[in-house]
């Protein structure tokens, strides 16, 4: 930072881990003119405490302050401690702490006594800075997430385990514990969401959005807005409704990239007959109840070239199982610019001749690769 005296803002992906912590004492030189007009600063995916500290030891001046970090526990007297030595002009504080349990017994316990250590007077009334927990209560997972309220990082519930979520905040009584709106990205359980203390939480700025069919109508009341919804992922179950996801699909207004992951039945296949003025992507890579990827056959690629969503495509992903389905999809879907097509049936797959016959076929004005076997890109030349 010695060549950005003026430099106020600093956000940054940190890669040191806590393996950096050796047994010498944190650096504590003293701040240069350099980093005194450091106003805000960013440390993302930081573990190294010793860093943290030093980092943070250097900028006197920060009046904002986003920490999120892995593997670091520092419980309130810790932060206390920290921001009132060395932050004294700090007034925003943003804080999402990742770690593991000491042990997997009592883990509501612990939970209360690291909130307990953000209860003072610093934290509740000289700061009005409040604290919430989240974690897995599955016997045998021992992570938990300490953060600052109301949630400021773009991720959060993650799809693994949600039905044993827990949650727990200071300060109870403030809405601000059900305020969401930083979050970007949503893996929606419905079955998390209607516990009692996720029953009132809220996203309005999510930007992708995965879900299982059929969803139940208090989506819309856990997603209140979908402004800024751009990527769709769909899980299928056998009793979906084409009907409710159209439904989904109207009060999508700005969304591009439309991607089935799953789906049971080989009858009726994605996309379907949906329709959506804004969706310009389309992935059908989805797997099967076997978690095998289906396969369209010739006349289901003519199909879907012919549907609403098909017609107005102009980047796919899909895998075949005819090589004819290739040039079904090439020639037909008249707005394509790019096709990535998986098809590994054929034994000339990793020969030239393959991607050469491809070439043959194709318009001139399109290029084939191979990404990777039986993985190919179809796009446009660049002159």
Known sequence: MEKTPNLQYFSTLVSFSSACDSNDEIDKTPPSSMNLS??????????????MISTLFRMPNLVHLNIESSFIYFDGNQWKDIIQNNLPKLKIFHLNMTYEYKNLKNKENQVDIILDT????????????????????SKNSSWICLHSLPFSFRNYFEPKSQNNYRIKWINSSSNMKYSYNNIA???????LFRKKN???VKFSNLQYLDIKLPYDNHLFLTCSKFDNLIVLRLNLSYNYSLFKLQA??????????????SWLTTEEIPPFNLTSKSVRRLNLNGRNELKHFHCFNRQQSIKLSKSPLGIQCQVLHIEVNDVLAILELAFKMFNLRTLHVRYDKDPRNQRPELIDWLQYHLPSTMIVTQRCYGEYIIQPKIY
Do not use: A, V
């Open 118 to 137: 953000y209860r003072d007077s610093f934290w509740m009334d000289e700061h009005q800075w409040f604290m919430g927990c989240l974690w897995d209560n």
């Open 185 to 191: 990205y949503l893996n929606y359980n419905r079955s």
């Open 248 to 261: 989904l699909l109207d009060k999508l207004s700005h969304l591009i990239t439309l991607e089935f992951q």
């Open 198 to 200: 996720f029953l009132n």
């Open 38 to 51: 450091m106003k805000e600063l960013k440390l993302i995916g930081i573990s190294s405490p010793k860093l």
